[in-house]
């Protein structure tokens, strides 16, 4: 059985990005109402959790949602 929902340093693994991006890009996700970033679920103040399917195929919908990110910078 695989995990529902991973933490940020599983999340890290699988995509092969530091930590600092990460949160980056799950609060561009958060800022942006779902239309770009990573999505994920926020726990309280201070927990984020991803849903690994979730993440996967917004990535293969949407090969902008790093780009779009760079741009806002």
């Not at 092969?16 to 770009?36: T, V």
Request: one cysteine or more.
């Amino acid at each position: 059985m695989t995990k529902k929902l991973v933490s940020i340093s599983e999340i890290c693994e699988l995509l092969n990005i530091k930590p600092p991006r990460a949160y980056d890009l799950a609060r561009a996700w958060e800022r942006s109402d779902g239309a770009y970033g990573l999505p994920c679920i926020r726990l309280g103040a201070r927990q984020l959790r991803f849903s690994v399917e979730a993440v996967l195929e917004h990535l293969a919908k949407n090969d902008t949602a790093i780009r779009q990110y760079k741009e806002e910078d």
